[in-house]
Each structure stands twice: as structure tokens, then as C-alpha cells.
């Protein structure tokens, strides 16, 4: 496969008072062209932070992030131009990422302005195709943000993404504050468009259903590492990390034969600030014993399944 996007041991820390908070925390892995990345994780647990330090919105405090085999890490300039064209972003709230004293036509041609490749007749022609492209009928061209629902807001939204053809866009809970049957449609239109376009996607959400739907690939992530990542058809059919098990069971069920068994998780969480090392989720684990207090590493259990637990054999009797 064509590699797009290499994460190598990538760190992301913030100064608070009482320390540094390790928001995300020596996280690797590799999106190839066309693929779909799913992140999941409870609230907080740096998936959003983990997308916005890929794309440069925030500058990592270590570790490397290559597009096409390129260093971008600390690239400047017209490098990181050139970078931003082919990365961008789908924000969460479709109301406060939207200006809203631009209408729409202005919202999506404003990149197009700044790439400067664009003459104003060529202008007018890609907005009203970005338009017809992600399904926003060409006489809400002029209307703004407030006049629109909140799929149409966040299709204008994923218009203003599409805009510079880029490679790469992460996609940051796009879906999460539109209403269940709105939701349906502009996953379809992620799903659609990727087709089309053979774009990648970094797909950050808490929702296992969603992330089931759309994604090829699936890591899981808890107080900034990764505990657990595979392909989507062997997270769900093979669960190896005792979180993921837990985050599973949440998952409501219409099978009412066979209910899920909810796992309820005991203890206190982990402090992200300054945290000491070994599993940050022994706390919570039924399973932890002290050889969880040394450092833990991802580790290929079964083909391609990568878990970081050093108890996982003994839990699932590998």
C-alpha cells in the first residue's frame, strides 16, 4: 500500500501549573492512500489534539509526522503551505467553525482566493462544482451560516475542506452534533467523496457505531497512548484490551437474545499531568497486578492486532 501518513512516536504536551499534561504521549502509526483511520476514545483522552498536531495547528513537543515520506514536523514557510494544501481539517460544531459574517460563497472561495491559482472566472466555477459536490442546493450560495441546519452548515464546512484537493483531511467528531438522521447522510457523503477523490481520512469520534461504518482501521486511545489498534473486523470480532472490551459493552444492543454483558469500570483515572510510568489504565483494570506499573508498549498479538497490555494473553488465553 502507498503510504500517505506516517505518525512516528509523537508527543503533545501542554504546561498547567502542576506540571506538563501529556495530552498525547509517543503515538505511531500509518494511514496509507485512500484508507480510513478511525480514533476512539472517551472525551479527553486527546484524539482532537492528536489530529490538530498531525495538520500543524499545534506544533508537537516531539516525535515526526511525514506526508508522502516528507518530514513536516517543523517545516516553514512556503513548505508549510504547500503542506496545509494537502491536509486539512472537518471541524466538530458546524456553527462556530463557519464565519459568520461570510455567506457561503464566500466561506468557500476564501481558500481558493489564497492559493492564487484561480482566475475569477475559474472561481466562480469551482465554488458552484464544491457546492454541487457535497449536495448544497446553488441557491443557498448567498445564505449565512445562521440561515442554514446544522448538516448543511457542516457540508458548507466539508466544501471549504474539499476546496484545495487535499490528500488528507481529519475529520474531528464531524458528525457528533447533528441529529441521528442527518448524521446517516453525511457519512455517506464522507464515504462518497472518498471514493471519488482518494482522499485519506483520520475519522475522531466516540462513537464505536460511526467508527465501525466508516473506517478501515481502528486505534484506541486512552489518556493520550494508544492501547489497542487493527483493522475494523478484528477490533470488533477479536477485542483484546480490557478498555476496548469496556468501551464495547457501552455500545447499545437491539439483540435482545443476546444482550451485551455492560462492563463497569472501577477506580480513578489516571492524572494525564506528569503521569508515572506503566499502564495508564491499571487503575480501572480488574486485570492489573504489579508487572502493570513498568512501561507498556504496542505489541503485534495477532497478525496485524497490535495491544498494549502486558497481561493480554493471560486475559483472552492466547
Known amino acids: 500500500m502507498d503510504k500517505l501518513i506516517e505518525v512516528k512516536n509523537l508527543k503533545k504536551y501542554f504546561d498547567v501549573p502542576a506540571g506538563k499534561n501529556h495530552a498525547v504521549d509517543d503515538v505511531s ?46 517545516v516553514k514557510g512556503q513548505k508549510l503551505k504547500k503542506a496545509r494544501e494537502k491536509m486539512q481539517i472537518v471541524f466538530q460544531d458546524p456553527y462556530s467553525s463557519l464565519n459568520p459574517r461570510m455567506d457561503v460563497n464566500a466561506i468557500i472561495t476564501e481558500p481558493l482566493k489564497h492559493a492564487g491559482k484561480y482566475t475569477k472566472k475559474d472561481l466562480e466555477a469551482e465554488t458552484v462544482r464544491l457546492l454541487r459536490l457535497v449536495g448544497i442546493d446553488e441557491r443557498l450560495r448567498y445564505a449565512y451560516p445562521h440561515e442554514l441546519d446544522g448538516g448543511r452548515r457542516q457540508r458548507v464546512g466539508i ?12 475529520c474531528d467528531e464531524p458528525v457528533s452534533a447533528l441529529d441521528v438522521s442527518i448524521q446517516a447522510q453525511v457519512l455517506n457523503l464522507f464515504i462518497d467523496l ?3 477523490m482518494g482522499m485519506a481520512y483520520m475519522f475522531v469520534t466516540h462513537d464505536l457505531s460511526v467508527v465501525r461504518h466508516i473506517s478501515t482501521h481502528i486505534c484506541v486511545m486512552y489518556l493520550g497512548q494508544l492501547v489497542e ?11 483484546l484490551h480490557p478498555y476496548t472490551k469496556a468501551l464495547l459493552s457501552a ?11 455492560r462492563i ?15 499502564c495508564r489504565f491499571a487503575a480501572r ?10 512501561e507498556q508498549h504496542l505489541e503485534e498479538i495477532l497478525p496485524k492486532h497490535f495491544v498494549s497490555c502486558c497481561k493480554v494473553r493471560e486475559i483472552n488465553q492466547l
Open 251 to 261: 455500545v447499545p444492543s437491539i439483540d435482545i437474545d443476546h444482550p451485551m454483558e
Open 29 to 74: 502509526f500509518t494511514i496509507n492512500r485512500g484508507e480510513t483511520l478511525g480514533v476512539v476514545g472517551e472525551s479527553g483522552c486527546g484524539k482532537s489534539t492528536l489530529g490538530r498536531t498531525i495538520i500543524r495547528l499545534q506544533e508537537a513537543t516531539a516525535g515526526q509526522v511525514l506526508l508522502n515520506g516528507e518530514d513536516i514536523t517543523h
Open 194 to 196: 472518498q471514493q471519488q
Open 159 to 170: 466544501a471549504r475542506a474539499l476546496a484545495l484537493k487535499p490528500e488528507f483531511i481529519v
Open 229 to 239: 489498534m487493527s483493522n475494523t473486523s478484528g477490533l470488533f470480532e477479536n477485542t
Open 285 to 294: 483494570c480488574p486485570y492489573a497486578g504489579e508487572e502493570c506499573l513498568k
Open 264 to 278: 463497569r469500570m472501577k477506580g480513578e483515572i489516571t492524572s494525564p499531568i506528569n503521569p508515572k510510568p506503566g
